[in-house]
């Protein structure tokens, strides 16, 4: 059925928003104030697709990339920066208001830089049994085959072309890949995984397209398959060797900012009994506040913990130990956080919900709380006020432009 519709907002994944009397109804790729003709979508009865911008608004720019619309990579191209950077702080403010929660909201910060420097690339066959490698469409899992992405780092050049020469060689196998690509300061490295067993033949053909597409490391699960020089990032002072498909910040320029947002954070507890890293990963935080104080850095990923560990050993840094733990069955406990003088944690996007119980009770002076995601942080934060601590700064970051994803970074006191 065609309709003519009048969009009221922007809603929180990205889409126009029409309120209207009962449910809203959804109409990605629309602006608030336009008028389009849109259809409804089969079985979604609050969403539809957008045929035609009948009235633009003013804020309407044209997307940097031909694949805008049909790639789900990114939502927010088609709008003004200034408008656009507005709705993804009102994202963080909007969850705090949802939580009950009043508190000073800084203006966000752009961390794009460079733009991504990690991708997942999507090899799969599609209609008429032709190999497709891309990312997968908004809301579907089909994969939009591309030929280039203006979001990704300069370190990311050639990532495609070796996706696609990995997902062609692995084509006969007739498996759905997902080929994990970061950028190093050594060059791409490569992680295929769904491929199944394979073959010491075609083992041998992957080995060779490390030289031919010049890359660091080729692994399959976790698994080597040929490396031509060790992929190392600079993490603060200290040089990681990264673990095949380590989790790392997209962009370099986002973690820079976070870092730095979290060492004035724990900077304000003059530490000298030392911080606690919690789901500290590769330690992009640990090894930076290891400049100034003893840090315990803890995780449940022994490659991560291992890569930390390694790196700690450089010169000029104070001690850092690591610890193995599932913080979510296992959470540091209150009179355990109490050795510290600063808390630092940045947990998956469920959020940290245990653990935000034990650090509401302890009494550390200082929390330095990172979330990529504004619901559950708003969550744990009223846990935390409930525990006697207080919000004093929510700083938004943007490292996923062009996304519905926001970072945050807050200060909490006691």
């Not at 930390?308 to 979510?328: H, I, M």
Request: aromatic share 4%; charged share 20%.
């Amino acid at each position: 059925m065609i309709e003519h519709l009048v969009i009221d907002r922007i809603g929180h994944r990205g889409d126009g928003v029409v309120d209207g009397s009962s449910e809203p109804v959804f109409v990605p790729g629309a602006l608030p104030g336009e008028t389009v003709e849109v259809e409804t979508v089969p079985g979604h009865p609050d969403r539809r697709q957008l045929i035609r911008v009948e009235t633009p608004s003013p804020e309407r720019i044209a997307p940097i990339c031909p694949h805008f619309g049909v790639c789900g990579g990114c939502a927010m191209q088609h709008w003004q920066t200034s408008a656009y950077h507005a709705w993804k702080r009102s994202l963080a403010v909007e969850a705090l208001r949802q939580a009950g929660i009043d508190a000073p909201v800084g203006d966000l910060i752009d961390a794009h830089g460079d733009g991504r420097r990690r991708a997942v690339f999507h090899a799969r066959r599609g209609m008429h049994d032709i190999l497709e490698v891309g990312f997968s469409a908004a809301r579907a899992h089909q994969v939009i085959p591309i030929d280039r992405c203006p979001i990704l780092a300069k370190g990311l050049d050639g990532a495609l072309k070796a996706a696609w020469a990995i997902a062609e060689l692995l084509s006969p196998l007739r498996k759905p890949l997902d080929i994990h690509t970061t950028a190093t300061d050594a060059g791409l490295d490569i992680d295929v995984r769904g491929s199944g067993p394979l073959t010491s033949a075609v083992t041998t053909a992957l080995a060779a397209l490390v030289a031919k597409h010049n890359l660091a490391r080729l692994t399959r699960h976790g698994e080597l398959v040929a490396q031509a020089c060790a992929p190392t990032l600079r993490v603060g002072p200290a040089t990681v060797l990264l673990p095949p498909a380590a989790f790392l910040q997209p962009t370099a320029e986002g973690e820079t900012v976070l870092a730095r947002l979290v060492s004035d954070i724990c900077a304000a507890a003059k530490p000298k009994k030392g911080v606690v890293d919690l789901f500290a990963g590769i330690g992009p935080f640990a090894l930076r506040l290891a400049e100034q104080t003893r840090v315990t850095a803890c995780d449940d990923d022994d490659a991560a913990l291992a890569a930390l560990s390694r790196a700690a050993n450089a010169p000029a840094l104070k001690p850092v130990t690591t610890e193995r733990r599932d913080l979510f069955k296992n959470p540091y406990l209150a009179a355990e956080l109490n050795r510290f003088d600063a808390v630092v944690f940045d947990p998956p996007r469920q959020g940290a919900q245990a653990q935000s119980r034990e650090i509401a009770a302890s009494h550390v002076p200082i929390v330095a709380a990172v979330s990529c995601n504004p619901g559950t942080f708003a969550r744990d934060a009223r846990i935390l006020l409930d525990g006697g601590y207080r919000l004093t700064g929510v700083t938004p970051v943007d490292q996923f432009r062009y996304s519905a994803h926001v970072e945050l970074v807050a200060r909490f006191e006691k």
